[in-house]
């Protein structure tokens, strides 16, 4: 693996970022939008995840160059969902299979745990066999298949769930439940 630097993302990456995910969103199948946010919208993204306390870690070469990304937020918005969150990782189209996602997706997970959540899950759009691969090499288990909910590049697209335990997981209560 290359040797890189894993750091919380900066409002100033925000066009960095965008450019790595339109880069997704134009060949791949792993986001289902269709038109690329700019870096006015991915900023807003960022400021919504990180304005809420979650994390957005960025991994950056020797020299700086941003490589990818990776953010997690509250799987859904009910308070009960509270100890639960999504992560999102794209990696540079030309960065891809070096570890990099690995190495982010492993720093994700200890943020993650170390902020409270007790379940990451992984809704991985069609299917994506490297992101099944990843996320299955960090421990992460099949939760189940959604087929044929999105169109894109002419086809139909299956949606695979997965999730993994995070710190004690379901094994211990929270340490301070709300009354």
């Not at 304005?51 to 953010?71: F, I, K, M, N």
């Not at 969150?85 to 993650?112: F, T």
């Not at 939760?143 to 995070?166: C, E, P, S």
């Amino acid at each position: 693996m290359p040797r890189v630097q894993i750091e919380p993302a900066i409002p100033a990456d925000a066009a960095a970022i965008a450019a790595i995910y339109a880069h997704h969103v134009l060949h791949g199948t792993a986001s289902y939008e269709i038109e690329p946010p700019g870096t006015d919208e991915m900023a807003q993204r960022m400021d919504k995840v990180l304005g809420s306390g979650w994390p957005w870690l960025v991994t950056r070469s020797a020299g700086g160059e941003l490589l990818g990304y990776a953010y997690a937020s509250q799987f859904r918005d009910r308070p009960a969902y509270r100890y639960v969150c999504e992560n999102s990782i794209y990696i540079r189209h030309d960065r891809r299979g070096q570890g990099i996602g690995k190495a982010l997706l492993a720093a994700l997970l200890d943020v993650c745990a170390a902020q409270g959540f007790r379940q990451m899950i992984a809704v991985i759009g069609g299917a994506e066999p490297a992101s099944v691969a990843l996320h299955t090499a960090a421990g992460f288990t099949h939760a189940g298949t959604m087929r044929a909910i999105g169109r894109k590049q002419g086809r139909w697209l299956d949606t695979v769930y997965m999730q993994r335990a995070l710190g004690e997981g379901c094994g211990t209560p929270p340490p301070v439940e709300p009354d």
